[in-house]
């Protein structure tokens, strides 16, 4: 695979199961598409060809690592969506410097205080069949470096009609280069932390 598809998005991370968490109508519903989109990515993390987990791990991998699924991680937030978008090069563990748009500012409420996050567009991926309408949204929060990695986790958000964007912290995932040293994966902005623990979605890697 390719450095953008391998660092950023994983088909077998995002839809599994063939079912959008968004298309479930209840809670039980949203926690069960949870737990079975867990247990599909564990299964493909320790069997696919593309898996990005280090071989050296794969013999004693026994599932990632994730917080309980609450379904108050399941955000429906306000984004001003910027009418001339700026490109720029996103800073990666490595000297590569992939380009993005600058879509927007997504504004939510947790605990009763506001926060924000910038929502990125991956140019290489624009044109891809099935991700034309993908958005990107890497972030660090109070848990990085204690419970989850220290460099930052990743959402995958859809565009959609309207101010508004689904942002489910639930799924939030860890960039490759946690898995192996081999792949080169964006590092999150600054303005992109979060000062609340984000106890949702996975954890650190244990190895």
Sequence with gaps: MNRISTCLVVFF???ITGLSAQSVSTEAEYLEFIGKERLEK?????ESNDSPLDPKYKPEFKGLNYFKADF????????????DPDTIRMKTTTERLPLYLVYGKAYFILEEKEFSLTIYRNIGLMTKPGFEDYLFVP???????NESYGGGRYMDARIINGDKI?????????PYCVYNKKYSCPVPPSEN???I?????EKDFGH
């Design 42 to 46: 564990d299964k493909a993390f320790a």
């Design 139 to 145: 972030y660090r929060d109070e848990t990085s470096g």
């Design 193 to 195: 932390y979060l000062s």
């Design 166 to 174: 689904v942002l489910d912290f639930n799924r939030a995932y860890n």
């Design 13 to 15: 991370l995002t839809i």
């Design 72 to 83: 108050k991680w399941y955000i429906t937030a306000r984004i001003e969506k910027f009418s």
């Design 197 to 201: 623990p984000v106890n949702a979605g």
